[in-house]
Each structure stands twice: as C-alpha cells, then as structure tokens.
C-alpha cells in the first residue's frame, strides 16, 4: 500500500506555499487530511466498499478544483486508485483490483520498485495481466534498468565544445568572500581533500536544505548567506550548491555545479539533483560533493570517488560506500539505497554543467550570457541539436546550450596553468 503517499503530498504542498493558495486549494487540502483517517480505517478493515464510497467522494471534490490546481494535488488523484487497488488485492478480489491498478497506472504512477516490492499485491502478481501492466511501468520508474541501459557513451565524439573555466581566487568577490566567513580556517590545515570536506560540511551546518521554495533573485553566496540568516529560511539543493561552490573557488579550488537530471521520456517528472564536482590536485581527479545531504561518496577502499565513477559503479554493480554522517539537515540519515540506488539513479542519466564557474555566474540580469553543457548517453531519445540558445522573455538572459555523448569532453581536467595551489 502507499497509502500515507497521498496527503503527504498534500500536506507536503500546504507547507511549502501556503501562501500561494487560494481558498479552494486550502479547503480542498484540509477536506482531504480529514479523509486521511477515514480512509485509513476503511484499508485496515479490508473495507473496500466504504472505500469506494470514500473515494467517490473525494474524487467528486478533487474534480471540482480547476485544472491548474489539480496538478499541485494530482498524486491525490493517483494514489487514491492504487490504495484501492491494495485493498481489493488484499481482498483476493483480483479483476478489480487489477483495475484499479490499470487506472493507477494510466493517470501516471511509474514506480516500478514499489509495485515490485508491495506485498499488497502479492494476490494478483502472478496474473498475466499484472505482468503487462507492469512491464509498461519498467521504461519509467525501473531507475537502474534506465540507468543501465544508459551506461554507453561515444568516446569518439568530435562535436565541439568550448573549454571549461573557473574564476580566479583573487576576484574581488571572491576575496571578499573568503575573507567575510574566515574560510581559510573553516578549510584547516590539512590537505586538499579534508579542505573540501570541511567547507561541505561548513556549509551544509550554516544553511539548511528547503525544496520547498525557491532561492533569492540574486544567486551568489554572500547574499544567499544573508538572507537566509535574515529570514530565517534555506536553500534548494541548486543554491546550497551554488554557495560551496563559489566557496572553493574562493580557495583557489575549481569546482562546477552538476545538475543531475533523468531521462523523463513522458515530460512527467520535474525533479533533478545539483551538486558539486570538485577537482583535488593531489588526487588528480573530480569528486562527488553533496551539500543537500552533506555526501562524499567511496568505494571499498576509502577512496574518494567523483560523479563519473558513482555512475560508472552503479551500471556495473560495483561496491559504493557514502560517508557515515550524511544526513538531510540534521533530522535524517542519508541511506545508500534510497539515496543512491534509487533517487540518485534516475538523476544520473544525464549530467549538465555550466561552462564558466564564477561568482554570481546565476543571477539573471539583462544580456547576460550563461553557457551549458549537457552529457547523454547514446540511447537518450533526442540527441539533437548540438547546440541550441534562447532568450529568458522576463528578464532577458541568453542561454547558450551543447550537447556531448563523449564523457572525455566533460569531465575535462583543468588546465594546469589554471590550477591554483590550495592555501
């Protein structure tokens, strides 16, 4: 069952725009948390009559709500099928329950793991039709089967890219920085590696992790630090990583912001990841840096891995270890399976970096030109064109993109002219 599912995306939704709602959507949000208990008893009585009735009910509000806000309730509408699709299974009822599962899955529930692994449906997995429906769900929601056969890249592409560059640690900003949060004695004294993780950790403790909102118009961390002291508030994960980042190269440390993407054929899932790849001149090699959770990824020997090998590692089921105190603001321990078996496997399939790595390089303003670069593997559905641009309509930034299939090109090390030595 995925029952709680349901109104923790409602309850989810109310908390983090309460503001933003309207009348309807509030009334709509309190009628469904007090549905949450009916529909409880009525799943733990094996109650799928009254279910229906209670479903009916809420489906009846939930159609009344105009179509923009039904998207911010949508999972409502899903969840509430597949929870009645549980029941009748539990029921040994299987045609309806087996459609109710079809209804699940056409109004687009695609977690394939969960219907694998639900013991509420272990009634009807043995049904021929209960294997078609699900085999429908696997491109989708299987994230390592995705994963896996996205693992092929072309080392032989010849498009072309431009260099990718790190500002200097002696920008004024950037000084400005290092000096403002002492982060010379954030970093230590030790080597380069443990300045990283110390700066990951510095971070991750001063400003805590908030998907809920978006982050301040202006994106560089002297004004993101302050206004989340100010208002008392956090970040998104695309912030969190914009402020260590600028941090590093504050140190003389190059490092890029990643934004980890799925494949998403269906245009459904709006989710990605940001994190930091971060270059340690003693090792020679890029490392995984994960504010949001407060990660460093290894592997069965210690050693520091980077996004490249996490991915290469995943596809080829090879030992992955993540740090022992990662964590989500404190509150909850980062788990491996969940972490990076299922959420960073569907955000693995495609990487994009920016090309210029600077201080405020985000903030929107008028004629400024920002350039990414996005890896695909080879089975990506739309490998074209190989470079696109655009024009933000509000506030008239120029977006240049390309696109690679060659990871050589990507995870280009840093020349060795531009390699400032770690104070």
């Not at 079809?102 to 529930?109: L, N, R």
């Not at 692994?117 to 995705?146: C, H, P, Q, W």
């Not at 000096?179 to 230590?188: I, M, T």
């Amino acid at each position: 069952m995925k029952f709680k599912l349901i109104f923790a995306c409602i309850l989810f939704f109310c908390a983090g725009t309460l503001k933003a709602q309207t009348a309807k959507e509030k009334q709509f949000a309190t009628f469904a948390q007090r549905q949450d208990s009916l529909f409880n008893q009525a799943y733990q009585k094996r109650d799928a009559k009254t279910y229906e009735k209670l479903l009916a009910a809420s489906l009846k509000e939930y159609n009344n709500l105009s179509d923009s806000v039904k998207k911010d309730f949508s999972g409502y509408y899903m969840n509430s099928f597949y929870n009645l699709c549980c029941t009748y299974s539990l029921l040994n009822k299987k045609q309806q329950a087996l459609d109710y599962l079809e209804k699940t899955i056409k109004e687009g529930y695609y977690d394939y793991a969960h219907i694998q692994a639900d013991a509420d449906l272990d009634n009807i997995r043995n049904e021929a039709r209960f294997k078609t429906l699900v085999l429908s769900t696997r491109e989708i929601g299987d994230y390592m089967y995705i994963l896996n056969k996205g693992g092929k890249y072309n080392l032989s592409d010849k498009r072309e890219i431009p260099k990718f560059t790190y500002q200097s640690a002696d920008n004024p900003h950037l000084v400005s920085l290092r000096k403002a949060f002492k982060l010379d004695s954030v970093a230590g004294t030790g080597n380069d590696a443990s300045k990283i993780i110390n700066l990951l950790h510095w971070v991750h403790n001063i400003i805590p992790h908030d998907g809920g909102h978006g982050n301040p118009e202006v994106m560089n961390a002297m004004n993101m630090i302050a206004v989340c002291k100010k208002d008392n508030r956090g970040l998104n994960c695309r912030g969190l990583a914009t402020v260590l980042n600028e941090c590093y190269l504050s140190l003389g440390i190059k490092s890029r912001l990643v934004t980890c993407l799925p494949k998403d054929s269906l245009g459904i899932d709006l989710d990605c990841h940001v994190i930091n790849t971060v270059y340690v001149n003693s090792l020679k090699k890029w490392i995984w840096i994960d504010p949001t959770n407060d990660a460093y990824v290894m592997n069965e020997k210690g050693d520091l891995l980077g996004i490249e090998e996490v991915r290469e590692r995943l596809v080829n089921g090879k030992q992955l270890i993540i740090n022992p105190d990662a964590n989500w603001n404190h509150k909850q321990s980062v788990v491996i399976e969940n972490y990076l078996y299922y959420y960073m496997a569907k955000n693995l399939y495609m990487l994009e970096c920016p090309l210029n790595s600077e201080y405020d390089l985000e903030t929107k303003v008028k004629d400024k030109k920002l350039a990414y670069v996005t890896l695909l593997p080879l089975d990506y559905f739309k490998q074209s064109p190989d470079k696109s641009e655009h024009t933000n309509a509000l506030n008239g930034a120029i977006f240049t993109y390309y696109k690679t299939n060659n990871p050589t090109n990507f995870w280009q090390v840093p020349a060795a002219e531009s390699i400032a030595k770690t104070k």
